[in-house]
């Protein structure tokens, strides 16, 4: 059964960093890209950013880029997201997720970690 | 940047009931469209992807049509358990983005 452990998630302020980690068990994990997706409160669905089996391509999107990074650590089945110059409106719920074989649609989905920028 | 747009935004429908929520994308996405169910306090799931496969385990009573810039998800027979929030998502200008729809939300009359 695929698992997508998450953590990290935290009340930071304006500016501040965070980095998000994932946890992936009951697949294969470096044989499929893991997405970061965001949900802010009572909004709908942010893709965020994607990085592929073996983390040599990585994508944002434009509300993000320059700002986070993505990674992983396929010895460890682990996902992360390094979020810098944090901004009010990146408060949301971030999941983390796996993409099917064509890598750009979502088939696993971890609970979601809450980020909330605030002062 | 391709944008999604979803009708209606709500609906209110019973049991039994045939439901159909629309999905239009502002350029053609050439069938690169999934949809997802989210329950309150849960995370999304996948229902169909490229328009009309549905994921392992989704019940036959989803289904997916569509074509170029236009698409729908029909739920036939509809069930206590499918009422939700429905989105549509593009993956056509993949990698680089990816939109999902504002959601229609499925609620019991």
């Known amino acids: 059964e695929v698992h997508l452990a998450q953590s990290g998630g935290a009340v930071v302020q304006p500016g501040g960093s965070l980095t998000l980690s994932c946890a992936a068990s009951?697949?294969?994990?470096?044989?499929?890209?893991m997405h970061w997706i965001r949900q802010a409160p009572g909004n709908g669905l942010e893709w965020v950013s994607l990085?592929?089996?073996?983390?040599?391509?990585?994508y944002y999107a434009k509300s993000v880029t320059g700002r986070f990074t993505i990674s992983r650590d396929n010895s460890k089945n682990s996902l992360y997201l390094q979020m810098n110059s944090l901004r009010p409106e990146d408060t949301a719920l971030y999941y983390c997720?796996?993409?099917?074989?064509?890598?750009?649609?979502?088939?696993?989905w971890g609970p979601g970690t809450l980020v909330t920028v605030s002062t | 940047d391709i944008q999604m747009t979803q009708s209606p935004s709500s609906l209110s429908a019973s049991v039994g009931d045939r439901v159909t929520i629309s999905c239009r994308a502002s350029q053609s996405i050439t069938s690169f469209l999934n949809w997802y169910q989210q329950k309150p306090g849960k995370a999304p799931k996948l229902l169909i992807y490229a328009v009309s496969t549905l994921q392992s385990g989704v019940p036959s009573r989803f289904s997916g049509d569509g074509s170029g810039t236009d698409y729908t998800l029909t739920i036939s027979n509809l069930q206590p358990e499918d009422f939700a929030t429905y989105y549509c998502?593009?993956?056509?200008?993949?990698?680089?983005?990816?939109?999902f729809g504002p959601g229609t939300k499925v609620d019991i009359k």
């Open positions: 998502q593009q993956s056509f200008s993949r990698p680089e983005a990816f939109t």
């Open positions: 009951g697949f294969t994990f470096d044989d499929f890209a």
């Open positions: 997720v796996k993409a099917r074989e064509s890598g750009y649609d979502f088939d696993y």
């Open positions: 990085v592929n089996w073996d983390g040599s391509d990585t």
